[in-house]
């Protein structure tokens, strides 16, 4: 089997709201034929034009080489040496960032296409499943006031969940709003469902990350979230060291080499690679096994469309200590409608896909409305 066409396709809704931390709102998909007409899928969440252009990009010279370009003619079957491939072909431009998450959403697609010609789930092919399901927990953008909050908070356990993320929005804007917002979320939530706060960036150095996760800590966060800048791996070193509770961080990190730097620097609970951005299925399963020689957790980081919480999905089957799933629950469209699949909750968790590859279908006609 020969690759024939390495597709990047933007689709993006009419009308995106840039002031929000939601990049449901746009999606590059990855579509690579073969010659034995398989088609495999993947996705990549990052800035999608820019993407699209590290795809199709014509070769510079030996190492400065758009993707597409080094993959065409090549076994799709050959996961890892292709991945080494598009590493060192792209490494003047890449290593990590843009190039890396290109990456990530061939080899996603190249592991579609591989299931689909086994006829096997990727997470069997990876060495699972270790589980059927898993326990999701609800991911969504923190409200605005204290009331909003609890509202967004009782209609998740409404619907299920037993676990529910706040993220971004208003954190950060005032330290006694940060405890108001916590305060409401806990007592709508009850005692029984964890709660994760992500501050999304919103803290400006660990000294006042640590006064704000003390305050926090009468309502219990499972964990909180990228309180800092991803690269002020001192400050998340001095917070982790200095609080009981657990601290996650890692959806901007990408490759082995970023999480294993990442994970020695700065003694964080949970690591939280995208499988869209830190190298694909085949990289955040070598991230999770570096994690677990050190005693760190891993929880992909998944915000969008069903082909990430696929993706994601068989990652976390072929992990063998898992804890939660990642949901985003976002109304967007390309969340809610990319794939023929909707992945409903049962009993708060979530089926691991059992189709060939990624087990998903792509409803075309989404992809043909929101086509750039
Ligand atoms: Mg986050």
Redesign the pocket.
Same mark, same amino acid.
């Given at each position: 089997m020969k690759i024939t066409e390495v597709e990047a396709i933007v689709l993006r809704q009419p009308d995106v709201d840039t002031s929000k931390a939601d990049g449901s709102q746009d999606a590059l998909l990855i579509r690579i034929r073969t010659d034995e007409g398989l088609t495999g899928i993947g996705e990549v969440d990052s800035l999608p034009p820019v993407v699209k252009a590290i795809v199709d990009a014509p070769a510079s010279h030996a190492i400065a080489s758009g993707l597409g370009a080094l993959l065409v003619g090549e076994n799709p079957l050959e996961i890892d040496r292709l991945w080494e491939k598009m590493y060192r072909g792209s490494i003047y431009y890449g290593r990590r960032g843009a190039a890396i998450h290109a990456m990530s959403g061939i080899d996603i697609a190249l592991w579609d296409i591989k299931g689909k010609a086994l006829g096997q789930p990727a997470c069997r092919l990876l060495g699972g499943p270790h589980r059927e399901r898993i326990r999701a927990y609800a991911s969504t953008l923190m409200p605005e006031t204290p009331a909003e909050t609890a509202e967004v908070v009782a209609g998740l356990v409404g619907r299920g969940f037993t676990a529910i993320k706040l +993220?971004?929005g208003p954190w950060g804007r005032d330290p006694d709003l940060d405890i108001e917002l916590a305060a409401a979320a806990r007592t709508a939530a009850g005692d029984d469902v964890e709660l994760m706060f992500?501050i +999304?960036l919103g803290w400006p150095d660990a000294d006042h990350a640590i006064r704000q996760v003390r305050r926090l800590e009468p309502f219990r966060p499972y964990w909180v =979230?990228?309180p800092l800048w991803p690269d002020d791996l001192a400050g998340y070193r001095k917070l982790a060291d200095a609080v009981e509770t657990r601290i996650a961080c890692g =959806?901007e990190e990408a490759t082995r080499w970023g999480f294993a730097d990442l994970m020695e620097r700065t003694g964080v609970d949970v690591v939280?690679p995208d499988v869209t951005r830190a190298g694909g299925i085949s990289e955040c399963i070598r991230i999770a096994h570096l994690a677990d020689l050190r005693g760190v957790s891993t929880v992909l980081?998944s915000w969008s469309t069903g082909i990430i919480k696929a993706a994601s999905l068989h990652v976390l089957a072929a992990m063998p200590r898992a804890t939660f799933f990642e949901y985003c629950v976002q109304e967007t469209a390309l969340n809610q409608a990319l794939t023929v699949e909707r992945f409903p909750l049962e009993d708060g968790m979530v089926r691991i896909p059992d189709g060939p590859g990624l087990g998903i279908e792509i409803d075309d006609e989404v992809v043909r409305r929101y086509a750039v």
């Open positions: +993220g971004w992500d +999304g =979230e990228e =959806e939280q980081h």
